[in-house]
Structures are given as structure tokens and as C-alpha cells.
């Protein structure tokens, strides 16, 4: 079964400063990536997701990630965070084997600060 | 956008009674719907996978006389927490997914507390 790894559990950020969070899968097949950002007290949402074709995704809020297949990894960025961005941020799998179903990762609590 | 709703939003029971949660897609049919349970501070953790006209698909550990889980309609699917105890108080999510597109719309949860 696959699995999804983000080694940041949280992270805290001055606003303006650049940002970075890790996502590892474990699937050696063709997948579809997501990324979903859950704000405070509020369901999730997706920021960006990829299917094939460019690894470099971009999203909304200025976000944008990248696919590297040899590295089984699709990193999110952000080249200046603001305090609006403080949340929850999932990456999720879905592995061509693995029909709709979804793999998440354990989460990246990302606080701001003013 | 696709848009997903539960209801209700927020339910407090007694131990030993059954919750229905409600998700329905508003703006599309969506031939499957998934349930997630995330706990603080957790990330969601699937529970089962439901096709419209079929029985639910069901993850490991997951019992499925306890999760009762229902797709009557392409826009409708029902989670049972049957004899509920403090231990399954948690967050549930949905999910839909349009037909022929491999996207997941999320539900906002519902908030489970048993007394």
C-alpha cells in the first residue's frame, strides 16, 4: 500500500519569508498529487494537484509545486508567506493501482507571524 | 465550483444511539463519495468508499456494522454511526468525486461528540 510522508509537522514563518513543505510518497507507479490547505475551523480545500504532463504546478494563492519522479517527491512552495496563509496543509496520493481512493499525508501545522 | 455539504455540522449524542450524517454534492452527481475521520491534530485517515448502487467499500479496521454507509443517489450519501461511544467522537469528512474526474471535493465535517 502506498504512504505518504511530510516530515514538517509545523512550521512557524515570518511573513515575506519563503517557504517550503516536503511530500514523499512511497508508490513507484503513475500517481495524481494534491495538495489541500484546511484553514482554521474551515473544511479543505485544494490549493493544487497534478495528473501529468509540466511538474511544476502552479495553484492558487501564489502556491506551486513540484513533481520529481525520481525523487518520489512533490514539495510545495511559497516565495512569501503571508499571516493568511496560517493553517493545515495535506499532501495526498492517489495511486494509479488505488482506484479514487486518496492517501494522505500526516499534515503541516503552518503558522505566520506578523 | 463543486460544492459538497454535511449535515448537520456539529451533533451531540448519548452513548449507546445512532448519528445519521448526511453528504451530498449540490452542483453535481458524484458516483463516488468517501468518508474520512480525522482526529486533532491528525491528518484524515479513510474510512470507506462508497459507489452509488453498491455496498461500501471499507479500509482495514474500519467496522462495517458499527459504520453504517449508504449511496442511495448520485447525490447523497449517509454515514450511520450505530451505538455510538465516547471513542468515536470525532471529525468525519466527506468527500465527492465527479464522474470521469479524478478530483475530490471535500465536505466542510461534522463534529461528533459522545457523552
Known amino acids: 500500500a502506498q504512504s505518504v510522508s511530510q516530515h514538517n509537522h509545523h512550521v512557524i514563518l515570518s511573513e515575506a519569508a519563503s517557504l517550503e513543505l516536503g511530500c514523499n510518497y512511497s508508490?513507484?507507479?503513475?500517481?495524481?498529487l494534491f495538495w489541500y490547505v484546511q484553514y482554521p475551523g474551515q473544511h479543505l480545500q485544494l490549493l493544487l494537484k497534478y495528473f501529468s504532463g509540466d511538474p511544476l504546478v502552479k495553484g492558487i494563492k501564489g502556491f506551486e509545486a513540484e513533481f520529481i519522479k525520481s525523487k518520489f517527491s512533490f514539495n510545495l512552495r511559497k516565495p512569501s508567506v503571508q499571516w493568511s496563509d496560517t493553517a493545515e496543509y495535506f499532501c495526498a496520493v492517489n495511486a494509479g493501482n488505488a482506484g479514487n481512493m486518496l492517501t494522505f499525508g500526516g499534515g503541516t501545522r503552518l503558522m505566520v507571524k506578523p | 465550483g463543486a460544492v459538497v455539504s454535511q449535515h448537520p455540522s456539529w451533533v451531540i449524542c448519548k452513548s449507546g444511539t445512532s448519528v445519521k450524517i448526511e453528504c451530498r454534492s449540490l452542483?453535481?452527481?458524484?458516483?463516488?463519495m468517501f468518508w474520512y475521520r480525522q482526529f486533532p491534530k491528525q491528518s484524515l485517515m479513510l474510512m470507506a468508499t462508497s459507489n452509488e448502487g453498491s455496498k461500501a467499500t471499507y479500509e482495514q479496521g474500519v467496522e462495517k456494522d458499527k459504520f453504517l454507509i449508504n449511496h442511495a443517489s448520485l447525490t447523497l450519501s449517509t454515514l450511520t454511526v450505530t451505538s455510538a461511544h465516547p471513542e468515536d467522537s470525532s471529525f468525519y469528512i466527506c468527500?465527492?468525486?465527479?464522474?470521469?474526474?479524478?478530483?475530490?471535493?471535500f465536505g466542510p465535517g461534522t463534529r461528533l461528540t459522545v457523552l
Open positions: 508508490y513507484g507507479g503513475t500517481v495524481n
Open positions: 452542483d453535481f452527481q458524484a458516483t463516488t
Open positions: 468527500s465527492a468525486r465527479p464522474s470521469l474526474n479524478n478530483e475530490q471535493f
